[in-house]
């Protein structure tokens, strides 16, 4: 489960695509015909389709001709800001993808123009405005924003035509800040950023994952800053998520009036402080809570049991329900209304526990956090966050055996780190996809940018044991016990939990069709399926005729019956052409797989798979197989150490797999011999 509730600051991107659109709503833009108005092409959108492309060796289905932001900042804070984006189509997929313009907007940022064209590749021009444009908002199950689009079908969006489309926006931001995503998917032949300040306003620019790049014009308070022939962010397995990889630039305005300058996120404290300013008496407890509180914990004596009792609650008693209008997207609702209405997003969650936890005398602290790692940059103060979460100040003395997302503080002590809205991260871990990320820690004095821990692999185990019997014949019977905790069992629960519970044997019978051609799961249990804090149970039994293939008197067993551990990679590398970004890990882990072998009856073992070590930086790979009194014994541990394989160490990875899936699909050969009839 991976849910996120915060607003992010305005990001200007090369695609706007929102992902919140109705299915109906794009079927319907798509068929629809769009008329064309008699205005002509502005003569900037002219110029581009005038203009020859380069070779591309990536055969795009589209090249972004023009990704243009002209921000201009007034002296009373608000923001204008004019986008001019223009494509030109080359393949029939790009009519799906890219022919309809797009613009988001809320309640603090006012669309006042939105116009579109097509020029096509014969010279017919053809033009839309506003009252072409469909409306929708994002709404769902579990969500409600005041985040609205406007869309538009671009006229005859086909192969060879040039689109584009402008829209102005106006905004009166909570904090002084932007961004200027210039890079995606698809290659940009130019993009542009020009940016006009008042007189006596000041501004800094920070360059991610690109080259920076001089400024063409500076002159009376505009600046233009302009890059030709931005590669395009090709998609590769596995990488890293495109936002913590693509060029973008950061860029932060500073007021002349003093009286403006708190909306400014100069400093990580900066930014604390300002949160806490929006966040006061947010936690403030009700009657209610403090009833809640009493009923939940007055019979518990231990403090984690009481801090768990709370936990537990929160995470699945109050439901997630996000309604973020406003400032909404960043301020949590008072933690009465979230108890009276037992639900709220993540940063209600969040602020409804701070409050329950205060009455018990346990101090915690947001935590604001982006659910992609690699967002945050510790160098650059930001409000780059999508989700917020706890961090609760152990008390003195309290033992933390057993709680794994410790973050240790100079100044506050042992921090238990949480995320009130996972339901299926029990206290004590973390969610993968938080891991290894920073957050920002809201203190009582302000901001503290916190590195969160990446969970060791001994803390996301899975135990497999199993004993099996092999026929003469070859046939296979299987008895299956897996042992789980930490994230394995955490997506494991949820992949049991949400399907209906006469499908869940088939989670099971997939899992084993990954290994076995024949086979019939013939029984199956789940243990703990419920309590998240303790280890999952997962226990199958299954026959695979024809498992042991025979030759000349001879079967050939594959001791590794079922579980891979991660050769599936490996297709990462299958093409040969070198990787541009880094693989990134899911978690850490420790695998390991204990199997007992029972052999035919007629046969001798002629031959076992050698014992395998290997290791690297990042993971480590050992089995061995012996037979005793009949029993083949195989036995196999699996390591990740870390998260991120960096492209200069990828050859390491991809040797280190290669190893693994060679031992994997390794045999023991087993020998008929004669019976002695006595």
Partial sequence: MHRSCFKRPSRSRTISRSVFLACGLVVALLCATPRSEADSAPDWLRALAGETLPTYSS??????????????????????????????????????????????????????????????????????????AFETGLSSDDLFSDIRSKLMKFAEPNPGNVVGYEYVQKARPFVYEGDWSFQDTLPVRHARFVLDLPPGWEFTVSWFN????????????????????????????????????????????????????????????????????????????????????????????????????????????????????????YQPHAAADVFAHQYGDCKDKATLLSSMLQEIGVESYYVVIDTDRGVVRSEYPSMHFDHAILAIQLPPGVSDGGLYSIVNDSKLGKLLIFDPTNTYVPLGYLPSYLQASYGLLVGPDGGILIQMPLMPPATNRLLRTGKFTVTPSGDLLGDVQELEWGDPAAQQREAFLTAQPSKRAEILESFLGNFLTNYTLTGASVGNLEKYDQSLLVSYKFTSPGYATSAGGMLFLRPRIVGDKYTNYLTLFADNKPRKYPIAFEYATRQDDVFDITLPAGYVVDGLPKPVQVDCDYASYKSESKVEDGVLHYK???EIRDVIVPTDKLATIRDFLQQVAADQQSAAVLRRVAQTVN
């Fill in 59 to 132: 055969d795009p289905v589209a090249v972004i001709l023009l990704d243009e932001i002209q921000t201009t900042v007034q002296s009373n804070g608000q923001i204008d800001t004019r986008h001019r984006v223009a494509y030109r189509l080359l393949r029939p997929e790009a009519r799906d993808k890219y022919g309809i313009a797009q613009v988001d907007f809320d309640n603090e940022t006012k669309v006042t123009s939105f116009k579109a064209w097509t020029i096509t590749k014969g010279g017919q021009e053809m033009s839309l405005g506003d009252k072409d």
């Fill in 210 to 329: 690109y080259p920076e790049q001089r400024l063409q014009s500076s002159a009376s308070n505009h600046y233009v800053w302009k890059i030709d022939d931005v590669p395009a962010v090709d998609y590769e397995g596995q990488m890293p998520p495109r936002v913590a990889i693509a060029g973008w630039v950061g860029l932060k305005y500073f007021p002349s009036d003093p009286s403006q300058r708190p909306k400014t996120t100069g400093a990580w404290k900066d930014i604390g402080q300002w949160y806490n300013t929006i966040t006061a008496h947010r936690r403030d407890p009700s009657p209610q809570i403090k009833q809640k509180v009493a009923d939940l914990t007055s019979s518990i004596s231990d403090p984690i049991a009481r801090i768990r009792a709370l936990t537990d609650y929160m995470q699945r008693q109050v439901r997630y329900v996000a309604i973020e209008i406003g400032i909404g997207g």
């Fill in 636 to 638: 196999r541990t699996f």
